[in-house]
């Protein structure tokens, strides 16, 4: 479970009445070690990428497959490789498959702790998996991954069971207090309930955990920050790079915990080192003519910019848009810059439709038989300008809904494609964007702003995106005057805006 998805699940627990003195004396009787990698896993990994670099081209399954069998032959009882196993199937969508093996494996040895956690874990039955995982806690009391397993099935319960959570999440602490995740789910539980300074302790140790990497040290800086207790943050930050001088994300978090401050002189010699430490510096670079424009410097940051498009820079919608930027567009040696950029833009499109001209017939014979005829849900959403919208009263034109998040790498992709396709026919559609999933709905205004997108933007949620069936971002959808979906796409492809026309004018000429 992603962290940010397990903080909107145990927010519910603000409501909870928050232990006091009993949950802090319970956080100091806990103690956390540094954890070291399974040599299982370590074996295996190293060998995957090994086998991924020798290979050109999509990688099937049974490839895959190949590569991890050996392994889990030599350490058959690395609950951790199998859980890299059994991820293997998921990302190959072959959670049934998975769940047969594993349910043979726990039918074969029913008493073994590791077979009730694994057979839990990739089911989908949420009541069942926890059976399981008491199961594999009955069965050796200080197996981690049992106890591991149940204090996240409880926090994924309706409603939360915080409180076997909690005793679960301990219990797998003193199975193995190396493991990073029980003390930041610790941490998340009772920082949901306001109680930061038990949360804190939790978020201390770990730190402990992993005390060379800032991911470890992340959720304490945060909360830190939510306390304003800015000081203390920075000093904790400071503490971590005196010992890891070197670490490129130890180094960005002092940059934004600066930033938060306003303190920009302050940090520009951090981004300098970002940019000698990342292995692709374009972000540290924009940041830096960020930095550079807020202490009235455009100039410096015209350099930078010249400087990060000769490290390979080519993310040129924020340059000309952003307004974080606006003081450098509005220096008079901006307008030579401007001039080769767009060129570069221009070159970069070009070379987009030339490879796009290949197959382009057998494309569009393709893209028209995807049509439906399914009604489409009806909603009343407020996009950006406050206005509600319903999608049962727009009328006269067909309309297009891409549901997307500011945090997804796809969406990112494509919205780019989605501008040139609005731009060629906003006068013919309604174009919303609908914003689900988002973790910050006040990041979405500023998203759009920085890249220059016109098109409009509706707030949707979880239950929007239920209801059309999205499973995954992002999904667009071409709805009829008369409310009736036509044509659905999933996930990035580098032509949605070619093929998007095509059915466009498909559903104009019906």
Not at 55 to 66: R, Y
Not at 334 to 358: H, N, T
Not at 374 to 400: C, M, Q, R
Request: glycine share 4%; proline share 5%; hydrophobic share 40%.
């Amino acid at each position: 479970m992603s962290r940010s998805i397990l903080l909107i699940l145990i927010a519910v627990l603000l409501i909870v009445a928050s232990c006091g003195k009993k949950d802090d004396q319970a956080a100091m009787e806990i103690t956390a070690s540094a954890g070291e990698v399974d040599p299982a896993v370590a074996e295996a990994d190293s060998a995957l990428q090994a086998y991924l670099g020798s290979q050109e081209g999509v990688w099937a399954f049974e490839q895959l497959d190949s590569v991890y069998k050996p392994f889990i032959k030599k350490y058959p009882n690395s609950t951790a490789l199998l859980r890299d196993y059994q991820d293997l199937y998921r990302r190959f969508e072959r959670r049934d498959d998975a769940i047969t093996l594993f349910e043979t494996r726990f039918q074969r040895d029913s008493k073994s702790p590791m077979n009730a956690y694994l057979y839990g874990r990739i089911i989908e039955d949420n009541i069942k998996g926890r059976e399981l995982f008491k199961t594999a806690t009955e069965l050796d009391p200080n197996y981690y991954w049992g106890w591991h397993g149940l204090g996240v099935n409880c926090l994924m319960e309706d409603p939360v069971d915080t409180a076997i959570a909690i005793e679960a999440l301990k219990n797998a602490i003193r199975a193995d207090n190396s493991q990073s995740v029980p003390f930041d789910m610790l941490g998340d539980i009772y920082q949901a309930r306001g109680n930061n300074e038990t949360a804190l302790k939790y978020y201390d140790l770990l730190s402990q955990t992993s005390p060379e990497e800032f991911r470890a040290l992340g959720p304490k800086i945060d909360l830190l920050h939510k306390m304003n207790q800015m000081d203390e943050a920075g000093a904790e930050i400071q503490a971590f790079l005196d010992k890891n001088p070197n670490s490129y994300y130890g180094v960005e978090a002092m940059v934004e915990h600066l930033e938060e401050q306003d303190k920009y002189a302050e940090a520009l010699p951090y981004l300098h080192k970002m940019t000698t430490l990342a292995s692709n510096p374009t972000n540290a670079y924009y940041e830096l003519m960020i930095v550079h424009t807020k202490l009235d410097q455009p100039d410096s940051a015209i350099a930078v910019l010249n400087k990060a498009i000769e490290a390979g820079f080519d993310d040129f919608r924020p340059v000309l848009h952003d307004p974080n930027l606006s003081g450098m567009r509005e220096h008079p040696d901006f307008g030579d810059v401007r001039s080769d950029i767009i060129k570069r833009m221009e070159m970069i499109e070009d070379m987009r439709k030339e490879m796009l001209a290949e197959d382009r017939e057998e494309r569009k014979t393709e893209a028209m038989k995807e049509k439906l005829d399914e009604p489409a849900p009806d909603f009343t959403l407020v996009d950006l300008y406050g206005n509600t919208v319903t999608l049962s009263e727009l009328k006269g034109k067909p309309v297009i809904l891409d549901f997307w998040a500011t945090w997804c790498g796809p969406c990112r992709m494509t919205m780019p494609l989605m501008q040139e396709f609005y731009n060629s026919h906003k006068d013919d559609i309604h174009y919303f964007a609908v914003n689900v999933w988002e973790r910050d709905t006040t990041e979405v205004r500023p998203f759009l702003a920085k890249y220059g997108y016109e098109f409009n933007n509706l707030f949707g949620s979880a239950e929007n995106a239920q209801d059309f069936g999205v499973t995954g971002i992002p999904t667009l959808f071409l709805v009829d005057e008369e409310s009736i979906i036509r044509y659905k796409h999933i996930g990035y492809r580098q032509d949605a805006d070619e093929v998007l026309s095509w059915q466009l004018d498909d559903v104009l000429t019906d």
